[in-house]
Every structure is written in structure tokens, then in C-alpha cells.
């Protein structure tokens, strides 16, 4: 997968500076995922009652349930990984100005993710009661804006780089709104407290096509980071 625009040749010092500080971020983009993947495997077994398969996710972390002081701080690492993955991206850009926009959303979108820790969802039985709050509505927004900056980001990253990378980044985007849709027509079964088959699956796909996304996307960065590094020292 190859990046569509030119890259400006820095002197060797500027260069051997910039790898040292860029490579740190763009590994973030792995350890991001990894660290939510592990998140999703650990955590909910320390919730006896809770079901991978047929809850949602942010039912983990919601007010009232057992496993939220375990899953805040893990979520703040996340999110601040994924904001230091987008500065690395915006930093790896040069003169690609849509691969600097990408970063630049990402970073957003990482950011604004310190939010969740304000908007938690409460625990369906009490949502059932009448108990939700401004919280669960702002849980809702939330949910929202970061998919949006999510998808943007996507978007633009799609647009910089090369035409493999466009058309997996197409698939993911198709597959992140397939399972959001499936996602979002249990929200009113969760309100309610009734069953909600598969919905944790569909979840774990999405956040999954994510990851993965986000996985491959640093990877090439990395490589194309360090092509670029050494053509560049041959010619200082």
C-alpha cells in the first residue's frame, strides 16, 4: 500500500529527531487496539452477571455495575492512545495534507473519548425503572460525535494513501455502519431490560473491524517511516 503524495527530504539530523518521536506515537495505533482487545476479554470476568455475547459493551462501565472502577482507567489509557497514535499520524504527514487532517480527527476523536468518563449509561433494570438521566442522553451524544470524528478520520486516511488501503478502509467503513444499525436497534430492548440477543457480538465485530483498521493503518505508517528515514540519510 503506497502513499499517493510527495514527501519532502529533511537533513539527517532532522530526520533521526523526527523517527524518534513519530515511531513511539505511530506504535500507539498497536498497542491501542491490543490494550482494548484485552479489555474486552478480561473485564467482563470480573462481572458474574454480565454477557459478551448479549450486552453492550458500555454496560461494563455503567453506573452501578461492578466491573466500571476496573474499566475507567483502562478506557482513559485507551483514549489517550489513540490521541497520541493521531498526533504520530498528523507528525508522519509531511506534505500529505488529507493523511494531516486524518491525524488531526483521530487525535479529536481520542480527546473527546475522555468524555465517556462523564457520560455513563445506568444499569438497564434502572434505565427500565425510570431512572435514567441526563447522563444516559449525553452517554447517547456521545456515542454519536465519536463515531462521527471516527469515520472522518477514516475517511481522510483512506483519501492520502494508497488504493488498497482505500478499498479496506471502504469494507471497514461498510461493516463499522452494517453492525452499528444492528447495534442501535436493540438501544430501545436495552432501555426496556429485555433480552437483547447477539448484541454484544455485533459490537465486538464493530469495535473489532475498527482495531483492526487502526492496527494496519499504523503498520504502514511505520514502514513507509522507516523507507523514508533511510532514502533520506542516504541523500543527506
Not at 222 to 232: A, D, R
Amino acid at each position: 500500500m503506497s502513499v499517493s503524495s510527495t514527501y519532502m527530504h529533511p537533513t539527517r539530523t532532522q530526520t533521526q529527531t523526527k523517527l524518534k518521536t513519530t515511531k513511539p506515537l505511530l506504535s500507539c495505533g498497536i498497542f491501542s487496539s491490543l490494550l482494548y482487545v484485552a479489555m474486552l476479554i478480561f473485564v467482563p470476568m470480573q462481572y458474574e452477571e454480565y454477557s459478551s455475547v448479549n450486552q453492550t459493551i458500555s454496560e461494563l462501565s455503567a453506573i452501578g455495575a461492578p466491573t466500571r472502577l476496573l474499566w475507567v482507567p483502562l478506557g482513559i489509557a485507551y483514549t489517550l492512545l489513540i490521541a497520541a497514535f493521531g498526533w504520530g499520524i498528523r507528525q508522519s504527514a509531511f506534505q500529505n495534507r488529507k493523511l494531516r487532517i486524518a491525524g488531526n480527527l483521530l487525535f479529536a476523536y481520542g480527546i473527546i473519548g475522555l468524555g465517556w468518563v462523564f457520560a455513563p449509561m445506568h444499569r438497564r433494570e434502572v434505565l427500565a425503572a425510570g431512572g435514567g438521566t441526563i447522563s444516559d442522553t449525553m452517554h447517547l451524544v456521545m456515542g454519536a460525535v465519536s463515531n462521527l470524528f471516527m469515520m472522518a478520520s477514516m475517511g481522510f486516511a483512506a483519501a492520502a494513501l494508497g488504493n488498497r488501503f482505500r478499498f479496506y478502509t471502504i469494507a471497514t467503513i461498510l461493516t463499522l455502519l452494517t453492525f452499528g444499525i444492528l447495534t442501535g436497534m436493540s438501544a430501545p430492548d436495552v432501555n426496556a431490560n429485555r433480552p437483547t440477543p447477539w448484541v454484544g457480538i455485533y459490537e465486538i465485530i464493530m469495535l473489532g473491524a475498527f482495531f483492526l483498521w487502526a492496527l494496519v493503518l499504523a503498520i504502514i505508517l511505520l514502514k513507509k517511516e522507516k523507507t523514508s528515514v533511510q532514502v533520506n540519510i542516504k541523500k543527506t
